[in-house]
């Protein structure tokens, strides 16, 4: 996984709390519990401001009038505990944050506070949803009753007048479209505007569809089967009047959940009518729906833009953003592609960290600092997971066969590998994807054998030059792991996240790292 460090606030049974962790290991945690996310990312937004002003440390956004926090005496000091050293950040009188481990050495735990400063004042803040039981302040989208499709169905073209009327209410609508990377862009901009006074709203979508109004998180409680795009329409009825009571200029930021050409258009020209529309990159996913090539899918992309928007593109591709500025151009919509520094060139992100600047210079905002960028890159970059026995690496969170192999490009010692592939039945698209890029790995000698579970397994096994192993439905995701590794190559999963049985591999090797890191960096504990 990448060396990703992030605050995290989530929910619990007695209130919410908030936690900075790279990877599975916390390196600091709140020592008390809050009513509410707004409390806990407020929190939050105070230990990134005092960490970024610590002597020695280079001088991050969150300092002078862009600090969303004033912070007056800060000091991150150690302090012996009967032999035993731990570190504390301070502002004046208030403890904000102090190790979840003591540390036998001084230095140790100097280079802990170190390496916490230096995370806690770039990274940026993640929401979960994690308690079931608190759910009262869920916001109900969607339905199961036909009779109640149908009449929504029938007072469409009124609710249609009265959604465009309302949306022209918000001053800055940025929606965040493309294929990698729109999620984490979706937050960091959150992050950004609301930090400098903004009333904010941001829609995440994916497996724990959530709100985030002014640094308060509110679920998406889906009742219906199935995502809807007018679930917009009952966000915005409901939100906008709440964004009209503050005195900020509000801003409306939301990740495009569409999938198809015709759904992805329905949202950037109907329910959202953006501002700025940021397309992060051009990939190869959602074949069944988008196109087969990168060339139909940036097409689609294309085709989706209304007049007169502004886009803000990551894609690199000479040929393809060529593509795009002469179809993009042609419906009077403007572009512009992210400039990526030499120096960040070739880092896995950059794209989609370098578009968050260019769209706050869109909008007419300062951009963040490049000292905050580069820290931010280098904690995204991927690394092994180190388990016992092995190396381990799970790309199935990024899907798609290009970011699979960008992302193996990456990572060191990779030349020889042990893949393992997860299919889904409703990614066709992406399993045939992934046929060919076994073939390209064999072909270049990277593998010679191989693994796959899931929705017709034994058609991929067949279709692969490589010799390819089907798990049973079944498997036991520890042996399964066991087995990976007895090959005795680094172990890379990819294709699809969205299953039980990933879920609990990717807890297997969490637990499996922790139990190393615990012997070999004690200065650092797990995630309980």
């Known amino acids: ?90 502002d004046g009188d208030n403890v904000l944050a102090r190790s979840t481990a003591t540390y036998e050495a001084k230095s140790n735990a100097v280079t802990a506070a170190t390496s916490f400063c230096a995370a806690a004042s770039v990274t940026e803040t993640a929401f979960l949803l994690r308690n079931q039981n608190q759910q009262s302040s869920a916001f109900d989208v969607g339905s199961t009753s036909v009779l109640a499709a149908l009449r929504s169905l029938a ?27 729109k999620s984490s862009t979706t937050r960091r901009l959150d992050d950004v505007f609301r930090r400098r006074g903004y009333d904010t709203l941001t829609k995440i979508t994916g497996n724990q569809p959530h709100l985030i109004h002014n640094g308060g998180v509110v679920p998406l409680n889906r009742e219906g089967p199935r995502t809807t795009l007018y679930e917009n329409i009952d966000v915005f009825r409901e939100y906008v009047p709440k964004l009209a009571k503050y005195s900020p200029e509000d801003v409306a930021i939301f990740e495009n959940q569409g999938i198809t050409e015709y759904t992805t258009r329905l949202i950037n020209e109907s329910f959202l009518d953006p501002h700025v529309i940021v397309l992060t990159n051009i990939r190869r996913d959602h074949q069944d729906t988008l196109g087969e090539t990168r060339a139909e899918i940036a097409r689609s992309f294309a085709k989706s833009v209304p007049p007169k928007a502004h886009i803000v593109c990551g894609e690199q591709h000479p040929v393809i953003y060529e593509y795009l500025e002469r179809e993009i151009t042609a419906t009077e919509a403007t572009i512009e592609q992210v400039a990526i520094p030499e120096e960040h060139e070739g880092l896995l ?16 905002e300062s951009p963040v600092p ?101 798990i049973d439905a079944d498997a036991d995701p520890e042996a399964v792991l066991d087995r990976l590794l007895d090959h005795g190559r680094p172990v890379i999963l990819m294709g699809n996240t969205v299953d039980e049985f990933m879920r609990e591999i990717d807890s297997e090797i969490d637990s499996r790292a922790q139990g190393r890191s615990l012997v070999d960096r004690p200065d650092e504990v797990p995630i309980s």
């Not at 401001?49 to 000091?75: H, I, K, R, W, Y």
């Open 1 to 90: 996984m990448t060396r990703d460090s992030r605050f995290e606030v989530y929910d619990t049974s007695a209130g919410w709390r908030w936690r900075l962790r790279t990877n599975s290991l916390v390196l600091s945690q709140s020592t008390e519990t809050f009513s509410s996310p707004e409390q806990a990312r407020s929190a939050v937004n105070h230990v990134r401001a005092a960490a970024s002003v610590v002597e020695d440390l280079p001088e991050q956004q969150f300092n002078g009038s862009q600090a969303s926090t004033q912070v007056t005496d800060v000091q991150c000091m150690t302090v012996n505990n009967g032999g035993q050293y731990e570190w504390v950040l301070v």
């Open 155 to 181: 007072t469409l073209p009124i609710r249609g007048f009265k959604h465009r009327r309302t949306i022209q209410k918000i001053d800055t609508r940025i929606v965040v479209s493309g294929i990698r990377g």
């Open 349 to 364: 992100g950059a794209e989609t960290a370098h578009a968050v600047n260019h769209t706050l210079t869109a909008v007419g």
């Open 370 to 470: 490049s000292d905050e960028i580069r820290a931010y890159l280098e904690q995204i970059q991927p690394a092994w997971t180190t388990v016992p026995n092995g190396l381990v690496f799970n790309a199935a969170e990024v899907n798609d066969v290009e970011s699979t192999e960008a992302v193996r490009q990456a990572l060191e010692n990779s030349d020889r590998i042990t893949p393992f592939v997860f299919l889904r039945p409703d990614r066709r698209g992406r399993t045939a994807s992934f046929v060919s890029y076994f073939d390209h790995l064999a072909d270049q000698g990277i593998i010679d054998a191989g693994y796959v579970m899931g929705s017709d397994s034994s058609v991929f096994a067949k279709e692969t030059k490589c010799e390819v192993t089907e």
